[in-house]
Nanobody
Framework: QVQLVESGGGLVQAGGSLRLSCAISGLTFNSIAIGWFRQAPGKERDFVAAINWGSGSVYYADSVKGRFTISRDIPKNTVTLQMNSLKPENTAVYYC???????????????WGQGTQVTVSS
C-alpha cells in the first residue's frame, strides 16, 4: 500500500514561490506515476503535474507550464513541486497521488495524500 504525505504549503503573495514535497512510502513498482492535483473550494480536483517514477518523464497542465516544476528524488522517495510566479487563482488544496500510469484524471490514481493548503494573496 503506497502512502503519501504532502508538506510545504502556506501563504504567499502573488508572484512568490512555494515548494511542495510529497514523501512516499510503500513504493514497489518502477513504473509508478506520481501526480499533483489541486482543488479549490466548490471546484473539481484538477491535474497540475505528474512524473513517471521510473523514466522521469514529466507532464504539466497548460496553466502551469513554465512556472511549475515537478521532480523526483529516488533515494529519498520524494516528489517535489516547485511553484514560481504564483497567482491568486492558484489558491487550493494541493494533493499528491500515486498511480500505475501517468493520467490527467484523478481516477487514474489509487492512493492519495491528505493535501496541503496553498493560499496566494493578491
Amino acid at each position: 500500500q503506497v502512502q503519501l504525505v504532502e508538506s510545504g504549503g502556506g501563504l504567499v503573495q502573488a508572484g512568490g514561490s512555494l515548494r511542495l514535497s510529497c514523501a512516499i512510502s510503500g513504493l514497489t513498482f518502477n513504473s509508478i506515476a506520481i501526480g499533483w492535483f489541486r482543488q479549490a473550494p466548490g471546484k473539481e480536483r484538477d491535474f497540475v503535474a505528474a512524473i513517471n517514477w521510473g523514466s522521469g518523464s514529466v507532464y504539466y497542465a497548460d496553466s502551469v507550464k513554465g512556472r511549475f516544476t515537478i521532480s523526483r528524488d529516488i533515494p529519498k522517495n520524494t516528489v517535489t513541486l516547485q511553484m514560481n510566479s504564483l497567482k491568486p487563482e492558484n489558491t487550493a488544496v494541493y494533493y499528491c497521488a500515486a498511480g500505475l500510469v501517468v493520467g490527467y484524471s484523478p481516477s487514474a490514481y489509487g492512493s492519495w495524500g491528505q493535501g496541503t493548503q496553498v493560499t496566494v494573496s493578491s
